[in-house]
């Protein structure tokens, strides 16, 4: 046991000083004035009452789940599509993994330079769009409801490669007796990937919308890149907010009051998806 203990034991540490103390310590400052000298002033829950009536951390809010919604259940059917046709695949199955991998390990700053050109008013878009006699769309100068869209497209296009593997390694898990004996009853191949393998690949895909939605909450990168929170804050989102309080304003318990919100609306989200997508393991 205690050579076991002795192997996890550096992973340990470094989980514990920079996951715990840093959670912790957030918690601790959300109650604080905290100055950008090291100095501050310990204020109780006037942070979280500035919270609840800040209608700029309402209008984040509501950024946020709109981008949610768009976000995670297309990533999550894109991620879907692409396992089962690389599951079904006899050969190539390495080249093609490796290729819709590929842009989980591209840079955030380098997909959202890409697509802000993909997206601009001459770009490959709207180019093609006007050459068939169509109207350029403001991808992302348009409603609060198209750059969103736009932005999550841009965001699935960048990770579905993840939860991809995920998914593929959960279908690899069910056995092939299973369809099988479903294809010999006279089931088609839908009904052959709705009533038998989603409902067996369900904890895996729990998992997947539990990481996505963390992820859908935790948007910046793009957005900073892409429309820098607008336009009039209508991809402004909850980390966005954070980071201006914390780094443009130096407000840094406001900003850890913020950290505290997005981390306890994530863990009711987690619950209560648990509820409804995971019934049977609870």
């Known amino acids: 046991m205690w050579a076991g203990i002795l192997f996890v034991l550096p992973m340990l540490v470094l989980f514990v000083v920079f996951r715990f103390v840093p959670s912790f310590g957030a918690i601790g400052m959300s109650f604080t004035d905290y100055r950008l000298n090291g100095d501050f002033e310990v204020i109780g829950f006037e942070n979280y009452s500035r919270l609840v009536s800040d209608p700029i951390f309402r209008n984040a809010l509501v950024t946020t789940l709109i981008y949610a919604a768009f976000y995670v259940p297309l990533i999550v059917v894109v991620s879907m599509f692409t396992a089962v046709v690389l599951d079904k695949l006899v050969w190539g199955v390495g080249f093609f993994r490796g290729a819709l991998f590929l842009p989980y390990v591209t840079s955030f700053v380098l997909a959202g330079v890409i697509w802000y050109w993909i997206y601009s008013a001459d770009g490959l878009v709207n180019g093609l769009l006007q050459r068939w006699g169509i109207e350029a769309i403001p991808f992302l100068s348009g409603n609060q409801w198209q750059v969103l869209g736009s932005l999550s497209v841009v965001s699935v296009w960048r990770g579905f490669g993840y939860s991809m593997l995920i998914l593929l390694a959960g279908l690899k898990t069910i056995p092939t ?106």
Do not use: C
């Open 177 to 282: 007796e299973l369809t099988e004996a479903a294809k010999l009853d006279g089931a088609n191949a839908v009904q052959r990937f709705f009533r038998v393998t989603l409902p067996l690949l369900r904890p895996v895909v729990f998992f997947v919308v539990v990481i996505e939605t963390i992820a859908a909450f935790q948007v910046f990168d793009t957005i900073y890149v892409m429309t820098g929170g607008g336009p009039a804050r209508a991809s402004y989102s909850l980390v966005y907010a954070l980071y201006d309080e914390g780094f443009k304003f130096f407000d840094f318990g406001y900003a850890a009051t913020i950290g505290v919100a997005i981390f306890a609306l994530v863990f009711v989200i987690s619950v209560i998806q648990r509820r409804f997508l995971d019934r049977d393991e609870t």
